[in-house]
């Protein structure tokens, strides 16, 4: 649990367990997997979660799943999305093209090899993650899956999902 604080007030996080996944499948297909393989239901929400970037906006996929029984929300997000990059190349012309290209960028650039992120909103020892870890891993198309430090993530700002 983290504390900050700013001009002499004290603000303390709430405390958060961050699971790494690795699957190269599209994000609703993973949504879906989980789902089935776990008997929840992971919907995908409204709003993307936005991450300004100086160049383009990234859009990362998000699905939540509120498990009443424990009391917390699960988070599903995506750790990598393409975003439209926008250049102005020059054709030698007296109008300029701008032609957008695709960017791959990544949400926590510490785990770029992470594939998706579940950020449960819950301590860990009010939380039974073994299970969760070890029921994930049993879906065929998942590689690997483990807890993540998250104190050692810089933007941790990004994981806060409204």
């Known amino acids: 649990m983290g504390l900050h604080k700013i001009a002499g007030w004290e603000i303390e996080e709430d405390p958060f367990v961050l699971i790494g996944i690795h699957a190269s499948v599209e994000p609703y297909r993973m949504a879906f997997l989980i789902n089935r393989h776990l008997k929840i239901s992971f919907k995908r929400e409204a709003r993307d979660q936005d991450v300004n970037m100086q160049e383009y906006v990234a859009q990362f996929p998000v699905y939540l799943y509120e498990d009443v ?35 791959k960028t990544t949400l926590i650039k510490e785990y770029r090899k992470v594939d998706y992120l579940i950020k449960i909103e819950k301590d860990a020892e009010h939380y039974p993650l073994e299970k969760l870890l070890k029921d994930i891993i049993e879906i065929p198309q998942v590689i690997s899956v483990y807890e993540i430090d998250y104190l050692s993530i810089k933007h941790s700002d990004n994981l806060i999902f409204e």
Not at 71 to 93: D, F, R
Request: glycine share 2%; charged share 20%.
């Open 69 to 103: 029984e424990h009391n917390v929300n699960l988070i599903l997000v995506a750790n990598h999305c393409k975003a439209q990059h926008k250049e102005v190349s020059s054709s030698g012309s007296l109008f300029d093209n701008e032609e957008p290209t695709v960017v």
